[in-house]
């Protein structure tokens, strides 16, 4: 497929069509001068082809300035993290943030940890990833639905929130209900202490899930001893999971940055939605334009006009 990138110039032919009225009545007079000159083409068809030339060389420098550009189409996989880093802009996916605000949230920071958290992985998103945050305890509660940087600035307003009980599993169904509906390849990250005490087993709902090619991230904030049994049969059944209070700033963002790209890959090769479109131009066009506009003019020289 052939596209101009300037088509305004288009507006360029009609003071050509003007210069060429110009050029045509300098040339009759010049050929008069000249009709005894031996140098001058008597043939007919060589005049006929000179004025065309005349008319022809402008018109293919005006074509050449429109900029034709022929457009080759191909496809990318992304199958690789450094690929997803490259392309990730064209390749959306929806991060579910599940903050946990149960009672023992409150105690020791655990709420505060938990935000400092989201925010480092909130800046790791592409500006095209779409962001839901909910908030759970016995109950879900979403509090939050746009893009990256407007869930920046409304982060913090999650220590507004208080539920009683905590129940993993409830949070988890939500999530998953909401993935099904969209449609689009989404990445859950849960946020607790763990002290899970109501609903189903947590551990077989992430497993589901994962299961539906959905990874689930969990990111354990603080250290309660209900919690530790949990977050380890979550380890050893393939969950993630990412001891948050156990890490410094700078060693939580690297892991952060790496479970984002990691995750978010994963989503994407297993809902097949892992494939772009891309074009490369190629100015070949152009610049047959302007080589045959400069033959054109070299040859109209024969006359000397």
């Not at 189409?73 to 392309?87: C, G, I, M, R, W």
């Not at 307003?157 to 209900?177: F, N, P, V």
Request: proline fraction near 5%.
């Amino acid at each position: 497929m052939i596209i101009f990138e300037k088509p305004f110039l288009v507006i360029l032919i009609v003071p050509i069509v003007l210069l060429y009225a110009f050029i045509m009545n300098k040339t009759l007079k010049n050929r008069k001068i000249l009709s005894d000159s031996l140098h001058y083409p008597s043939s007919i068809l060589v005049r006929k082809i000179i004025d065309a030339l005349k008319i022809i060389a402008p018109i293919l420098i005006v074509l050449a300035l429109m900029t034709p550009v022929l457009i080759h189409e191909y496809q990318v996989t992304v199958d690789t993290p450094e690929k997803l880093v490259k392309y990730s802009g064209e390749l959306p996916a929806r991060f579910i943030f599940l903050v946990d605000v149960s009672p023992s949230m409150y105690r020791e920071n655990r709420i505060e940890q938990a935000i400092s958290t989201c925010k480092a992985f909130l800046e790791k998103l592409n500006v095209s990833d779409q962001v839901v945050i909910a908030v759970f305890g016995g109950e879900v509660k979403e509090v939050f639905r746009g893009d990256r940087d407007n869930a920046l600035k409304l982060i913090d307003k999650i220590k507004e929130y208080e539920i009683k009980y905590t129940s993993i599993s409830t949070a988890l169904g939500w999530a998953q209900g909401l993935i099904k509906a969209s449609g689009i390849p989404g990445v859950v990250i849960v946020l607790t202490d763990g002290a899970n005490n109501y609903g189903g087993d947590p551990v077989q709902a992430a497993l589901a899930i994962n299961a539906s090619g959905t990874p689930v991230v969990f990111i354990k904030t603080g250290n309660v001893p209900r919690g530790i049994p949990f977050f380890n049969k979550l380890s050893i059944r393939g969950i993630l999971v990412i001891d948050s209070s156990a890490l410094d700033e700078e060693s939580l963002e690297m892991i952060v940055e790496k479970t984002v790209i990691d995750s978010k890959l994963n989503s994407l090769v297993s809902h097949g939605k892992n494939k772009i479109k891309l074009y490369r131009k190629d100015y070949v066009p152009t610049v047959i334009l302007y080589s045959l506009a400069i033959v054109s003019l070299l040859l109209t020289r024969i006359e000397g006009v």
